[in-house]
């Protein structure tokens, strides 16, 4: 199985990551996991302007989908599941996670439609999972949530799964005991 590991946990020490490797030694750990970790602040792809934009346009439009701007992409529909670690950042995540996700969104790679205009499955992938640590409380339904659901639901993911640990940044709370129920439920 190919997994991939977007690591957007930009801080030393991120409790995020913490949760993201109890979830990789629980759920990756066979040897049978081929696991490929990219961590998305080393080199932080560069957001779309109107040039990259019109580039990218005309290659999809011509189907010249081999080059190195579609790297991530390629990668992306090539895994089997997928795991997204970013922490909650300014009530969503940081942003060089949004640039990342930006790349890897080319009709013709991940996504895609048929001749009725109907979405077509193009992502191997099985199971998103995406895991976020809080300061304050995250309900039900958050926007992020809803946003990955619904980016899952683009890439015609049939398995999207949320996982957090939250309220960490309380007074009176004990985050480290917050982190291990959250640890225990993966
Ligand atoms: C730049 C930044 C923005 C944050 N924004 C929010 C926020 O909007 N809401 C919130 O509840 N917590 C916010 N926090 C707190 C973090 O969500 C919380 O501390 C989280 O556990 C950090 O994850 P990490 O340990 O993986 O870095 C923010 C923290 C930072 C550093």
């Not at 750990?29 to 990259?52: I, N, T, Y």
């Not at 990218?56 to 895994?79: H, K, N, P, T, V």
């Amino acid at each position: 199985m190919n997994a991939l590991f977007v690591n957007a946990c930009v801080r030393e020490g991120s409790r995020t990551k913490r949760l993201c490797d109890a979830y990789r030694r629980k759920h990756w750990s066979g040897e049978k996991v081929d696991v490929r970790e990219l961590e998305v602040w080393k080199e932080p792809p560069v957001p779309l302007d109107a040039a990259r934009l019109r580039k990218r346009d005309s290659d999809i439009a011509a189907g010249d989908l081999d080059g190195e701007a579609y790297r991530y992409a390629r990668e992306f529909a090539r895994a089997d599941e997928i795991l997204i670690g970013a922490p909650y950042w300014d009530c969503s995540f940081p942003a060089v996670l949004k640039l990342y996700l930006e790349q890897i969104c080319v009709n013709g790679i991940t996504f895609g439609y048929g001749e009725d205009g109907r979405p077509q499955r193009l992502c191997a992938c099985e199971k998103l999972v995406y895991i976020t640590t809080a300061g304050g409380f995250l309900g039900a339904g958050s926007s992020v949530e809803l946003f990955i659901r619904e980016l899952g639901g683009l890439f015609c993911i049939p398995d999207v799964q949320f996982i957090k640990a939250d309220g960490l940044d309380i007074r009176g709370n004990d985050p480290e005991r917050l982190l291990r129920e959250a640890i225990e439920g993966i």
